[in-house]
Antibody, heavy 121, light 110 residues
Framework: QFQLVQSGAEVKKPGASVKVSCKAS????????FIWVRQAPGQGLEWMGW????????NYAQKFQDRLTMTTDTSTTTAYMELRRLTSDDTAVYYC??????????????WGQGALVTVSS | QSALTQPPSASGSPGQSVTISCTGT?????????LSWFQQHPGKAPKLIIY???ERPSGVPDRFSGSKSGNTASLTVSGLQAGDEADYYC??????????FGGGTKLTVL
């Protein structure tokens, strides 16, 4: 049974960074990748990027290129998403989901529970 | 890269059918058969209900069906039930290892 468990809610000040984790279990970590998606309050889903669990290769949405880093730790089967220089527009629920090992076609069949990140002074 | 276009809302009575559209371009919806639909209930994570245009994951009822013509994909929900009331999002591969989502459609069961 695939399971993704994310870290808890965070409150950050503008200009700070946040790092959200996504612990995977129930499958071979290196056979898949991860995507990160965010959802601002009352808004739709926004794809942020993808990372391979096989070789750590990444691909980020252009709007996040300069302040987003995705990593994985194969020893703990955990994926991480770090977003820097936060503003109030980054207030959202951040989701991880299981993706392809080498590509990010949207067959995202397992999702984490989401982590609320609130940016407020 | 703009979001795929979905109607903000759709509705139907129990037992009826409703179709939700998702319009993109030849660079995303029209260019690939990697088109998925997700169902999201309030406060919950999205759930995959259709992938690769018309494939259903195990456990998803056949009341949910997908199709595509040109740059527009469609999700049809037949035999509407109260539990189908949710937000629905389409998502397409957009080339260069990127994905794009639709703006979402709120389905109301009257």
């Amino acid at each position: 049974q695939f399971q993704l468990v994310q870290s808890g809610a965070e409150v950050k000040k503008p200009g700070a960074s946040v790092k959200v984790s996504c612990k995977a279990s129930g499958y071979t970590f290196s056979n898949h990748g991860f995507i990160w998606v965010r959802q601002a309050p009352g808004q739709g889903l926004e794809w942020m990027g993808w990372i391979s669990g096989y070789d750590g290769k990444t691909n980020y949405a252009q709007k996040f290129q300069d302040r987003l880093t995705m990593t994985t730790d194969t020893s703990t089967t955990t994926a991480y998403m770090e977003l820097r220089r936060l503003t109030s527009d980054d207030t959202a629920v951040y989701y991880c989901a299981k993706a392809g090992r080498m590509t990010t076609v949207p067959n995202f069949d397992s999702w984490g529970q989401g982590a609320l990140v609130t940016v407020s002074s | 890269q703009s979001a795929l276009t979905q109607p903000p809302s759709a509705s139907g009575s129990p037992g009826q059918s409703v179709t939700i559209s998702c319009t993109g371009t030849s660079s995303d919806v029209g260019g690939y058969n990697y088109l998925s639909w997700f169902q999201q209930h309030p406060g919950k994570a999205p759930k995959l209900i259709i992938y690769e245009v018309y494939e259903r994951p195990s456990g998803v009822p056949d009341r949910f069906s997908g199709s595509k013509s040109g740059n527009t994909a469609s999700l049809t929900v037949s035999g509407l039930q109260a539990g189908d009331e949710a937000d629905y999002y389409c998502s397409s591969y957009a080339g260069s290892n990127t994905v794009i989502f639709g703006g979402g459609t709120k389905l109301t069961v009257l």
